[in-house]
């Protein structure tokens, strides 16, 4: 099946950084979501991406599909913004849902 | 309903008993999906619902675990003899087809003791 890498695992960062998230799939996808997951376990759709480039307020996402992989940025982050976040993918295969991977860990600190 | 709603959000059950648990999604959205979350874990498909069409079972994890899905709304997930391995958040996501955005509950958290 397909397979879903994400890094970093972990990410540490004060309040005002910016970071970029990366997640890399094996095959082709029609599908690609990414999420938040608070840290009271609430998963939160971010992106719904499979193809080019979005903005919401300070996080924006792109993924290059033909290179089989995509970004989410995080842009003056916020203490908020610590959790996880999984990228989820669904290959071309119809009918199959989606795929997670790890996740990254971001903690943001004041 | 304005989101997906599941029940109980915890149950604490004994070893060897079955549970059900239940996920009602977005009104009109015809794909429903259970996931498991494992502590600190990633989350495992389990199954999916997709309109009339026979479900994908493929990420059921043994026969102990079961699955419908009642005039293309609500759903119960079965889980019979459980054991302690089974003890996880327990998620379910609905979209409107497939393919599109997923929109999960809060989750039932399942402990077996």
């Known amino acids: 099946g397909i397979q879903v890498e994400q890094s970093p695992p972990d990410l540490i960062l004060q309040e005002g950084a910016n970071s970029t998230l990366r997640c890399n799939f094996s095959d082709s996808v029609n599908n690609l979501q990414w999420f938040h997951q608070n840290p009271w376990g609430q998963l939160i759709n971010l992106f719904y991406i499979p193809s080019g480039t979005k903005q919401n307020g300070r996080l924006s996402a792109t993924t290059v599909a033909t290179e089989r992989y995509s970004l989410l940025y995080i842009s003056s982050s916020q203490t908020t913004d610590s959790g996880v976040y999984f990228c989820?993918?669904?290959?071309?295969?119809?009918?199959?849902?989606?795929?997670f991977g790890k996740g990254t860990t971001l903690s943001v600190s004041s | 309903g304005a989101g997906v709603s599941q029940s109980p959000s915890n149950k604490v059950t004994e070893k060897g008993k079955d549970v059900e648990l239940r996920c009602d999604p977005i009104s009109g959205h015809t794909a429903l999906y259970w996931y498991r979350q494992s502590l600190g874990q990633g989350l495992e498909f389990l199954i999916y619902f997709q309109g009339n069409s026979a479900p994908d079972k493929s990420g059921l994890p043994s026969d102990r675990f079961s699955a419908e899905r009642t005039g293309g709304s609500v759903s119960t997930l079965t889980i019979q003899r459980t054991q302690q391995e089974d003890s996880a958040v327990y998620l379910c996501?609905?979209?409107?087809?497939?393919?599109?955005?997923?929109?999960f509950g809060s989750g039932t958290r399942l402990t077996v003791v």
């Open positions: 996501a609905s979209s409107r087809g497939p393919a599109l955005g997923y929109t």
């Open positions: 989820a993918v669904g290959s071309n295969q119809a009918g199959t849902a989606l795929i």
